[in-house]
């Protein structure tokens, strides 16, 4: 069973509106937790990483939270662009592996004029 | 270099041939990841380097999947006896040190008929 499971797995909005991504996860121990914005045919790009003792943080228009103790966090897209079109990915690592990432689906975004 | 290199961006081979897939991380970057993408999934982990050697290859599926990395910079991707379900994209990433960012090329997409 995948350890990280994002909602929804696609959207469509209209440009200038703002959503909201979730993302639940089941890495233990946990280590940090990281948005990832891939566009199509190319590779991810770091968006925003949080650790345990962090429950939010932005990147421009992006905002992501933390909760740690429900094992939730979520990615707030503001005011949403055609280029935000896009695949966005939860990431999270586990504290007994550094570099073994564990990916969610992703949820596909549409930004529609 | 500005950014990670996979080579080549496409490959196309028959079932049962030998490919290897080439990543060229960030100048400096100690650690080297290797994932694979299927179409509508996250990435997920195959092995990752730190330097020379293979800090975790719990992620390769089988024993016709080799990687190495023989000068800490460069790495190859190997698959023997390739197989249709080896079709994906197999995305390279780096970073500086085991718990920082990972910086992703655009991945090499290959096909295997």
């Known amino acids: 069973k995948n350890q990280v499971e994002q909602s929804p797995q696609s959207l469509i909005i209209l440009e200038g509106k703002n959503c909201t991504l979730q993302c639940n996860y089941t890495v233990s121990p946990f280590s940090n937790l990281r948005w990832y914005k891939q566009d199509t045919g190319r590779g991810p790009v770091s968006l925003t990483i949080m650790t345990f003792s962090e429950n939010t943080k932005s990147n421009g228009r992006y905002t992501a939270t933390l909760d740690a103790d429900t094992k939730q966090s979520s990615l707030h897209i503001t005011a949403s662009q055609l280029s935000d079109s896009a695949s966005y990915i939860c990431?999270?690592?586990?504290?007994?592996?550094?570099?073994?990432?564990?990916f969610g689906a992703g949820t596909q975004v549409v930004v529609t004029p | 270099g500005a950014g990670v290199s996979q080579t080549p961006s496409n490959k196309v081979t028959e079932k049962g041939k030998y490919v290897e897939l080439r990543c060229d991380p960030i100048s400096g970057h100690t650690a080297l990841y290797w994932y694979r993408q299927s179409l509508g999934q996250g990435p997920e982990f195959l092995i990752y380097f730190q330097g020379t050697g293979a800090a975790d290859d719990s992620g390769l599926p089988n024993d016709r999947f080799f990687a190495v990395r023989p000068e800490g910079s460069v790495s190859t991707l190997k698959i023997q006896r390739t197989e249709r379900g080896d079709s994906a994209v197999y995305l390279c990433?780096?970073?500086?040190?085991?718990?920082?960012?990972?910086?992703f090329g655009p991945g090499t997409r290959l096909l295997v008929l």
């Open positions: 990433a780096s970073s500086r040190g085991q718990q920082e960012t990972q910086y």
């Open positions: 990431v999270v690592s586990g504290s007994d592996s550094w570099g073994k990432l564990q």
